[in-house]
């Protein structure tokens, strides 16, 4: 894998203090989700995200598709850590969730990062379209694709 | 390849795909890693995600006793469809509850396939709940452990009380045309409401 600008440490990597995560939660949709807890030091992908607790778009979804941009390709080595090897990894389009899977990074924290990137011109995006579920077009061409698997 | 600009990013070459998605949902040890990955053509990634406490208190494994954590792994793959069209499946964790994953989850999904084990029924109950609830095409399946079912389709549908639209069928997660077959069913739920674009 073309991860060779991945950033130093690797301890990041594993997931975060159970105590530590309640801040990526999506208030949205969950229930009973008690308020963040922002007190405890040590919280990576807390300053992962540098202190933001939810992404620009926090309606972006996790299969949601990003691709690296010519400016984002240029301005490579000019980013960080993290939002550096998101922009070196998405050069071919994939999900968030693939992102998250391949940086070894919380989902949420992966959205957040995603966003600042998309919001900054370094990552283009799809998403599915609205009505995606009842749109019959969409959906025969997705029955066609399956019934082709042997 | 076509070249021509999207709309988002200028000079990309061609456009991201669009994404769709189906949820493979289900108790603990149903098959729906199996499900996901025998049909998936990338292997199987997971990621982790936010999970309430809530429901890591009501997580009974036995082999995780009193599991305390909060995040929970996610699994998933992927299918291109046509040129333009990536199919990504989603495996719902096994935990009964999990917060505001159903939600991203399910946001948009074209539909679900419920995996059921036929020894533990009532692991799928809250997948059915959902899906009921939220109006979610789903297809409930049971998996055929060691190729075979303990109980009748049938008494599975008593036993589930699901309606007589909600299709029940038996599948092999092991089989990737078997599983395709499922994917199908409920792809044909999804059609059944949905309309042509105007």
Same mark, same amino acid.
């Given at each position: 894998?073309?991860?060779?600008?991945? %950033?130093?440490?690797? +301890?990041w990597?594993?997931?975060? +203090?159970?105590?530590?995560?309640?801040p990526?939660? +999506?208030?949205?949709?969950?229930?009973?989700v008690?308020?963040?807890?922002? $007190?405890?030091?040590?919280?990576?992908?807390?300053?992962?995200?540098?202190?933001r607790?939810?992404p %620009?778009?926090?309606?972006?979804? &996790?299969?949601?598709?990003?691709?690296?941009?010519?400016?984002?390709?240029?301005?490579?080595?000019?980013?960080?850590?993290?939002?550096?090897? &998101?922009?070196?990894?998405? %050069?071919?389009? &994939?999900? &968030?969730? $693939?992102?998250?899977?391949?940086?070894?990074?919380?989902?949420?924290?992966?959205r957040?990062?995603?966003? +600042?990137?998309? $919001? %900054?011109?370094?990552?283009?995006v799809?998403?599915?379209?609205?009505?995606l579920?009842?749109n019959?077009?969409?959906?025969?061409?997705?029955?066609?694709?399956l019934q082709?698997?042997? | 390849?076509?070249?021509?600009?999207?709309?988002?990013?200028?000079?990309?070459? #061609? !456009?991201?795909?669009?994404?769709?998605?189906?949820?493979?949902?289900?108790?603990f040890?149903? #098959? !729906? /890693? /199996?499900?996901?990955?025998?049909?998936s053509?990338?292997?199987?990634?997971?990621?982790?995600?936010a999970?309430?406490?809530?429901?890591?208190? @009501?997580?009974?494994?036995?082999?995780?006793?009193? !599991?305390?954590?909060?995040?929970?792994?996610?699994?998933?793959?992927? @299918? /291109?469809i046509?040129e333009?069209?990536?199919?990504y499946?989603?495996?719902?964790? #096994?935990?009964?509850?999990?917060?505001?994953?159903?939600?991203?989850?399910?946001?948009?999904?074209? #539909?679900?396939?419920?995996?059921?084990?036929?020894?533990r029924?009532?692991?799928?109950?809250?997948?059915v709940?959902?899906?009921?609830?939220?109006?979610?095409?789903?297809?409930?399946?049971?998996?055929?452990?060691?190729? !075979?079912?303990?109980?009748?389709?049938?008494?599975?549908?008593?036993?589930?009380?699901?309606?007589?639209?909600?299709?029940? @069928?038996?599948?092999? =997660?092991?089989q990737r045309?078997?599983?395709?077959?499922?994917?199908?069913s409920?792809?044909?739920?999804?059609?059944?409401r =949905?309309?042509?674009?105007?």
């Amino acid at each position: 894998m073309a991860l060779s600008a991945m %950033a130093g440490g690797e +301890d990041w990597r594993q997931p975060p +203090d159970p105590g530590l995560t309640r801040p990526y939660l +999506d208030e949205a949709g969950g229930v009973d989700v008690p308020p963040p807890v922002r $007190e405890a030091s040590g919280v990576r992908p807390y300053l992962l995200t540098g202190g933001r607790v939810r992404p %620009a778009d926090a309606s972006l979804e &996790i299969e949601a598709q990003v691709q690296t941009t010519p400016a984002g390709h240029s301005d490579a080595d000019r980013l960080m850590f993290e939002h550096r090897d &998101i922009v070196v990894l998405c %050069a071919q389009p &994939i999900s &968030i969730a $693939e992102v998250a899977a391949r940086l070894g990074l919380h989902l949420g924290v992966a959205r957040v990062l995603v966003s +600042d990137l998309i $919001e %900054a011109g370094y990552l283009a995006v799809r998403r599915p379209d609205v009505g995606l579920p009842q749109n019959k077009k969409i959906i025969e061409r997705v029955i066609r694709g399956l019934q082709a698997i042997r | 390849m076509d070249s021509k600009p999207s709309d988002e990013a200028g000079e990309l070459a #061609g !456009k991201p795909p669009l994404p769709v998605k189906i949820v493979v949902a289900g108790g603990f040890g149903v #098959g !729906k /890693t /199996t499900t996901v990955s025998v049909i998936s053509e990338i292997p199987l990634l997971t990621t982790e995600a936010a999970m309430t406490e809530v429901a890591a208190e @009501i997580d009974r494994t036995g082999h995780v006793p009193q !599991k305390t954590t909060t995040t929970v792994a996610l699994d998933f793959g992927c @299918i /291109t469809i046509d040129e333009e069209i990536k199919l990504y499946l989603f495996g719902t964790p #096994g935990q009964d509850r999990f917060g505001f994953m159903w939600q991203d989850l399910t946001q948009g999904a074209l #539909g679900a396939l419920v995996i059921v084990d036929t020894r533990r029924l009532e692991d799928c109950y809250a997948a059915v709940d959902y899906f009921e609830h939220h109006d979610i095409p789903f297809v409930v399946a049971a998996n055929r452990f060691h190729g !075979k079912l303990e109980h009748h389709l049938e008494d599975v549908r008593w036993a589930l009380a699901v309606s007589e639209e909600t299709p029940l @069928i038996s599948f092999d =997660a092991r089989q990737r045309r078997s599983v395709r077959d499922a994917l199908l069913s409920v792809l044909h739920m999804s059609l059944a409401r =949905a309309e042509y674009p105007r």
